[in-house]
């Protein structure tokens, strides 16, 4: 009797030992709240695909949430514990609230927006084909807008010779261009390569090109997420850097090999396309460092589009501590 007790025992000790062993090594699982689904971000999804936040331990949901407002919406309410979308959101969310979303990684280095119009314009493009024209540049407020606007300073053009239409929210551009309310309009890929495909215009020039270099795209915690999970800020950046190395080491069939299963209604010859697209705009960064500077020049571009009235200290929304 004794000795079977103590079998008992000793099975409770590794039946325990396994539990907690298990419990120690499963995945910890992260919400990220994507502001929307594009090529734009291909070093995020083959991070994705190629499992490098598994393999890292940890298990990623995406939830698709349009409108930065909406991601630093969720990211705030704790429906996510990562926001994926333009900075601004936080400078925002800072200038609004007793609230602070920390930028902890950068992809995108500049616009993803390309300009499309008439066919006739395809290669000898050129901003002052815009003066005395309706541009559909989206709504009031967001960085889309805020870096056409620039772009237009940039190209030394008054904006107030373009007729800028702010009326078209960000899903219907494509649809109210093809209906003729503009005679040029600012997509993101892979809609602007469908508008050419379908011969309703022809992509013209990266908006981002003329722009310059900001951080466009960041991923975005709670500071108090970051300061308690160290480890997982960590483990995400070791992962995305694997993703954004991929990209750079590789040429754009291999890219869109490993991603195809998230764009499934997207030819693979058009994701291709698309994918050669926005590298040889040179669309993202080498890493997912946040660079100060580049971080400056966005709020520089909010202050000329007159949605904040002063800089932010930059120390207060970015932490490159996890790089």
């Known amino acids: 009797m004794k000795r079977i007790i103590c079998i008992i025992i000793a099975l409770l000790i590794v039946c325990t030992f396994f539990i907690v062993f298990r419990k120690d090594n499963e995945n ?126 940039e190209s030394n053009i008054d904006e107030k010779l373009v007729n800028i239409d702010t009326s078209v929210d960000f899903s219907s551009l494509s649809g109210a261009f093809i209906g003729k309310q503009g005679e040029f309009v600012n997509l993101f890929e892979p809609t602007a390569n469908k508008i050419e495909k379908e011969k309703y215009g022809c992509v013209l020039s990266s908006l981002g090109k003329i722009s310059g270099v900001v951080p466009y795209t960041t991923f975005y915690a709670k500071e108090k997420f970051i300061s308690e999970n160290a480890d997982i800020i960590k483990k995400f950046n070791q992962a995305l850097n694997k993703g954004i190395r991929f990209v750079k080491e590789n040429d754009e069939i291999t890219i869109a090999n490993s991603i195809k299963n998230q764009f499934n209604d997207l030819e693979f010859d058009d994701l291709v396309t698309v994918i050669k697209r926005y590298k040889d705009a040179d669309s993202w960064y080498n890493s997912t460092y946040i660079n100060i500077d580049d971080y400056n020049r966005l709020l520089d571009i909010m202050m000329y589009g007159k949605v904040i009235d002063e800089k932010v200290d930059i120390n207060l929304l970015v932490t490159n501590e996890y790089n």
């Open 28 to 153: 910890k699982k992260i919400t990220v709240a994507e502001v929307t689904h594009s090529v734009f971000y291909t070093p995020w999804y083959v991070a994705l695909e190629n499992g490098y936040f598994k393999s890292s331990g940890l298990d990623i949901e995406v939830i698709l949430t349009p409108g930065a407002d909406k991601v630093a919406s969720s990211v705030l309410s704790g429906d996510a514990q990562i926001g994926f979308s333009g900075p601004e959101a936080t400078v925002y969310v800072y200038n609004n609230s007793t609230e602070k979303l920390i930028s902890f990684a950068s992809l995108t280095k500049r616009d993803g927006q390309f300009i499309v119009g008439p066919c006739k314009l395809k290669d000898k493009f050129k901003m002052t084909n815009l003066i005395n024209k309706t541009v559909l540049a989206g709504r009031s407020g967001g960085m889309p807008l805020l870096m056409f606007k620039y772009a237009l300073k």
